[in-house]
């Protein structure tokens, strides 16, 4: 165990910073499990709101949009596994990479009109806004 191989050193050695490093991971699987926060741009106009995320790396098929309520959710998962077939296998790497982000949407969105795109590692969205009633001119109202 890791601990017991720490404590049964020399107290008068001298610590070697990589080593040390090096003993501390040496006891973990070679599992990479990475989440990351993917950058975002929102920009509105008088119709719509336009989002766009990058995410490369991904399929579309390995990213999950979901609105509900006012809570728009974009995640993503990427199973990767790595695997030397020619030789015996002496190590196998997995990489898992994954995200999740999520966003109050204002009240005038029309969720069930949202438009999704995935091109080159950029996911776009464009929400279009509800229209808004006009405020109707004044009628006046003749006496019977």
Known sequence: MLVSHLKNRPASSIINFDE???ELFA???NVSNRNFMPAVNITESDTSFHLDMAIPGFT????????????????GEKKEESVDESKKIKRKEFHYKSFSRSFTLSDNI???????KYDNG??????????IEKE????EVKIA
């Open 20 to 22: 040390l490093f090096d």
């Open 27 to 29: 006891h973990r699987p």
């Open 60 to 75: 579309k098929e390995e990213v999950n949009i979901k609105i509900e309520k006012n809570l728009l959710t974009i995640s």
């Open 110 to 116: 029309q969720s069930d009109k949202v438009e999704a």
């Open 122 to 131: 950029v996911l776009n969205l464009n929400i279009p806004k509800k229209e």
């Open 136 to 139: 109707k001119s004044a009628v």
